[in-house]
């Protein structure tokens, strides 16, 4: 069975248990994060400066030319469509449709956000979003923060990956870089200056801690090798260094929908066969055969329903509009100190608490320990989302709490000693960041 074949028969088990609402919170709010992603195909954004081949290496991607380069348009989503289709929005919300690939219509370059859809098989699973920015550099933070809000996987282009564009990369989660590629857009450029070897020793350790995957890539051969009349000419993909990009890319959406869907059947080992009365009273379900917790794979990482349509921007001015104006939290804070003071004083209650019983646990014993980290963390969570605006950007800390949330019930559905000490760990790491983010 295929991937999209396992998690549409995954989802049909999993969606009458959501529905049910009878699953602990925790569990809950897992389910539903694996539901939407493995209802979704993965969201692929090209960023990058200027000029650095954007709009190629998305056509590139998508197997054919759909964005003309210099095209001078906003920010750009192409998703699957049962035909060819533009949606034009308005700082507004308004939507306007018109039939076929009409990026060349007055209105296009006039529009706040475009969408366009494509009846491409590569779009069935993921969706490729054009992140574009002006030339200063505000623009291109908020552009990328846009972006990174709604990707699951990243690709920087690039021919330098200047001190500049680091900086900008520094702002990019955790979680998003370890799905980045970098694209060495223009190789062939590169390779005829004789720059190209040196450009990948020099970028060799900055690749080992802030992206995936390197890829130097001929982006116009590769494309019209995409595009040759009749077939694809796979050695000029081969040589451009096209194919092996596009290899990549698919196969950190395979991993990350594989991930998902181990991840969903672990969940219904734990919960699926249990009556919403077993879930009220048993506080430690055991699993009806003994079942281990996959290891973190390149998963669509979670995320929060967000609209298709690009920010408001022009050709110059590209990136989204700055939030209303109200102070914007820094880097590991909370919109509110309330969740960071309540969810500190709840880990130091509880920490010296729970290592005791770990200690002196029997080993019928861990299931006890580990339902009270994730009643814990589940605490922690609700914390959270409760001070969190409904309007704002999760804040860095309170992804981290929902990332924490969710590995802390992968240590629930596995149990055993070395998960328990896993879960006590993983509090004490939280309250050392939510203490750093009380002093910062």
Known sequence: MNSDSAAKSILSELAPLLAAGTLPRAAQRFGESLAQRLASPVRVAVAGLPGSGKSQLLNMLAGRSVIADGAGLPSLRLRHGSSHRTLLSDRDGNETALDGIALDAPEASQAAGIVVEAPLPVLERMSLLEVVSGASGESQRRALEYGAARADIMIWCTQEFSLAERELWAQVPDRLKDHGFLALTKADLLHKRRQLAQQLADLEDVIDVEFFMIQPVATLQALAALEREGSVDDAAL???????????????????????????????RRYGGQTSKQLGSAPNPAADTPVTAPEPAPAAPPRAPAADRAPPETAEAAAPPPAPPVAEPSAGEAASPAPHAAAAALLRARAETLSRELEASEDDAFGAVLGQCTETMDEIADLFMEHEPEDAEPSPLHEDVMEASELMLLLRLEEGGEQAEDAITLLLQLRRDIETGLTA
């Open 238 to 268: 081969y040589a451009s260094g096209g194919r092996a990009l596009i290899d990549g890319v698919l196969k950190h959406v395979e991993q990350g929908r594989r991930a998902d869907i181990d991840n969903a059947a672990l969940l219904l």
